[in-house]
């Protein structure tokens, strides 16, 4: 099971750090990803990390902004989020991917998914 926390209600410029937590298993066997979605649209994949951390992307629209990061010992996986823009509402999720290296991450079937947490950034 994974479970999202950390988000919150900001204003437009602000930040928030998000955090991914694992029960059942351990996740420095998998590749994390976290996703987007808003309410009548598809979900959005913001950024991914390899298992040993080496790897990372993200998308065009949070490069610069948002960075990845993993704690194995600590099982989590952290997505900081800096200078909001009102376009990044949405429920943000993490997602565990067998694959460790992030390949096709946007797209590949998870293992698991959380329940997600919702992030607003007000004008």
């Known amino acids: 099971q994974l479970v999202e926390s950390g988000g919150g209600l900001v204003q437009a410029g602000d930040s928030l750090r998000l955090s991914c937590a694992a029960s059942?298993?351990?996740?420095?066997?998998?590749?994390i990803g976290w996703f987007r979605q808003v309410p009548g649209k598809g979900r959005e994949g913001v950024s991914c990390?390899?298992?040993?951390?080496?790897?990372?992307y993200y998308a065009d629209s949070v490069k610069g902004r948002f960075t990845i990061a993993r704690d194995n010992a600590k099982n989590t996986v952290d997505l900081q989020m800096n200078s909001l823009k009102p376009e990044d509402t949405a429920v943000y999720y993490c997602?565990?991917?067998?694959?460790?290296?992030?390949?096709?991450?946007?797209?590949?079937?998870?293992?698991?998914w959380g329940q997600g947490t919702q992030v607003t950034v007000s004008s």
């Open positions: 990390i390899s298992s040993s951390g080496g790897v990372t």
């Open positions: 997602a565990a991917d067998s694959n460790r290296l992030c390949v096709a991450w946007k797209y590949r079937a998870k293992d698991y």
């Open positions: 059942g298993f351990t996740l420095d066997r998998y590749a």
